[in-house]
């Protein structure tokens, strides 16, 4: 296992929103992370991701602890995330936000920005177009500013940002929420294919039951804080007891 | 590299060259005085329109480049030395004027700018040995490369040719990581953190890049007058100087120059048409009256300023669609 959360507990004043929450994702594996709202799904992505700080439990990634460490430093050690709701970033094109993303990549001193100034990134941004954006069906757009995309398409921006990092670790909070089942349907393909390229581990918090059970290899349950279920698709969609806490069955 | 920006600065840099030598020294004074206000505009639009990141002592900063520039000059050192160095003098106080930024966020720091700005008017007050106290360092004609500079004619020279690189060079800044990264940062540093941003180092960046700039302004300016003085870097000229960016359009790559040029010839232009009508007595004090009309009057119809106004006077077919052709302040703009 390369990604194991032990005891990961965090609470918000009173209200306990992750509890004692466990899990572990292999390499190559996507693990899809499902409850009802409230569950604390998010909340458990921020804990991984560096945006919140719980107040106790450990969350490895390779043998190294992740808490406690920023989102920049988690992004270079192959760590990224999307989010449920995309930015709008004036200003900035499709083809920028992938070149923010990609510069995680690249470990550098102050003084490696002076460097930017001498060196072209036409190959990076060939790369980017031909590698993340061609996919994810924005390459015709990759000059665009970003307000002027739909909600789809935006949501696929802020995938491809996560993307051009080329993580080893992808944290997806509700990536195909708002979008067509069109589009739903070419988000996951995308997923499943960066993971097939980079061998990348996934976890995935979505609520479209169809996209969770035709992408994942695994689903772990979440209600109030902590993790109730784990199992394949079929074994989730079977279980009694999700049925009556998630799909509300009695 | 983008070409056309590179085109477009010499263009404009040997056409202020032509107007210097087209209308002798009051001219030359002139487009020195403008060329000298576009650098110190493109460094406050770098931190301002392009970082977000609100600032008042952009004067002050000028003038730490004015009397480093000076003292080095006077002992000797060469004018391309001293230029530099102000630069860099103005890069470590720009960086040290930014430290509160990464506690305070918006107008807040605004404020804390303000007496970054009150606190460094008082140093050249008091520090007599650097700054020769309230009555000014006088600064000895310089010599850049060996050539000297005794006139403004002269000074044109290395004030344009710092424009042309300092113009283009905040046009690659801005297509680099790090000029990405600052207009992340200008919307939203929950973002900017969320998308794996180095907040604080972005910031302390952005306040030494653009404090780098005021200074070689700073030492420009110090050359052109001769004198570095504390009355010539208070909180006025930093007003001036946010003048500038609006009303040239903020975040925009032509604004500061256009917002430069106004602020500096409309005096000017008022001031003729006083003279002309006899009425200078009482056309004089309207510039500080038509500059706070300008901001207000560009805050609430054109928060893009000059340049904005400017490209919608094209025709359609002719319109690029630059990278600033979005307003910065949706929030601003009337519905």
């Not at chain 1, 979008?179 to 996951?188: D, I, R, V, Y």
């Not at chain 2, 970054?116 to 650097?130: G, H, V």
């Not at chain 2, 990405?180 to 604080?200: C, N, P, Q, T, Y």
């Amino acid at each position: 296992m390369s990604l194991v959360a032990r005891e990961v507990t965090i609470r918000f004043g009173g209200v306990i929103a992750v509890e004692r929450m466990a899990l572990e994702v292999s390499p190559g594996e996507i693990v899809g992370l499902i409850g009802p709202n409230g569950a604390g799904k998010t909340t458990f992505i921020n804990c991984v991701s560096g945006t919140y700080r719980p107040h106790t439990g450990t969350v490895r990634w390779l043998g190294d602890e992740l808490l406690g460490l920023s989102p920049s430093t988690l992004l270079r050690k192959g760590v990224a995330r999307t989010f449920q709701n995309v930015a709008s970033l004036h200003d900035l094109t499709v083809l920028d936000i992938a070149k923010l993303g990609a510069s995680a990549r690249k470990d550098r001193q102050s003084g490696g920005h002076l460097l930017d100034f001498f060196r072209s990134d036409s190959a990076l941004e060939r790369e980017l177009l031909e590698q993340i954006l061609e996919p994810l069906e924005l390459a015709d757009v990759a000059h665009k500013p970003i307000q002027t995309l739909s909600y789809g398409r935006r949501k696929a921006v802020d995938l491809a940002r996560a993307l051009a990092a080329y993580p080893q670790l992808l944290l997806l909070d509700e990536p195909v929420a708002g979008l067509t089942s069109h589009e739903g349907m070419a988000m996951a393909g995308v997923v499943r294919n960066v993971r097939d390229r980079l061998g990348c581990a996934v976890i995935m918090v979505e609520h479209k039951m169809d996209v969770v059970m035709s992408t994942c290899d695994r689903i772990v349950v979440m209600a109030a804080g902590s993790k109730i279920f784990e199992g394949l698709p079929a074994e989730v969609q079977a279980d009694p007891e999700v049925r009556r806490v998630y799909l509300g069955e009695p | 590299m983008n070409t056309r920006h590179l085109v477009i600065a010499v263009a404009v840099a040997l056409l202020m060259g032509a107007l210097s030598l087209a209308f002798g020294r009051f001219g030359a004074y002139m487009v020195n005085a403008v060329a000298i206000a576009g650098i110190g505009a493109l460094s406050l639009n770098l931190l301002i329109g392009y970082g977000g990141q609100i600032s008042f002592a952009q004067g002050a900063l000028l003038g730490v480049g004015a009397y480093t520039a000076g003292n080095i000059s006077n002992a000797g050192g060469d004018g391309l030395l001293a230029i530099l160095g102000a630069g860099v003098m103005g890069a470590i106080i720009s960086a040290l004027i930014g430290i509160p930024a990464l506690r305070l966020r918006g107008l807040y720091f605004a404020i804390a700018t303000l007496a970054a700005q009150a606190i460094l008017e008082y140093l050249f007050k008091i520090l007599d040995p650097i700054t020769n106290g309230v009555s000014g360092l006088v600064i000895r004609p310089t010599t850049i490369l060996g050539i000297p500079m005794t006139s403004d004619r002269s000074l044109v020279v290395p004030s344009l040719v710092i424009l042309v690189i300092v113009w283009v060079a905040v046009s690659r800044l801005m297509r680099i990581d790090l000029g990405r990264s600052f207009l992340v940062l200008r919307e939203s540093e929950i973002v900017a953190k969320g998308m794996g941003i180095d907040v604080a180092h972005a910031k302390i960046l952005a306040f030494f890049a653009s404090g780098f700039i005021a200074g070689l302004a700073g030492a420009l300016a110090g050359f052109a007058n001769r004198l570095a003085s504390p009355e010539a870097f208070t909180l006025d000229l930093s007003a001036d100087y946010i003048a500038m960016i609006i009303i040239g359009g903020l975040g925009t790559w032509t604004g500061p120059l256009i917002g430069a040029a106004f602020v500096v010839l409309l005096p000017e232009a008022i001031q003729r048409v006083g003279e002309a009508a006899g009425l200078s007595d009482i056309l004089s004090p309207l510039r500080e009256l038509a500059f706070g009309l300008l901001i207000i009057l560009f805050l609430i119809f054109e928060p893009r300023g000059l340049t904005a106004l400017l490209s919608r006077l094209k025709p359609r077919s002719l319109a690029v669609p630059a990278p600033g052709a979005v307003p910065a302040t949706g929030e601003s703009l009337p519905p």
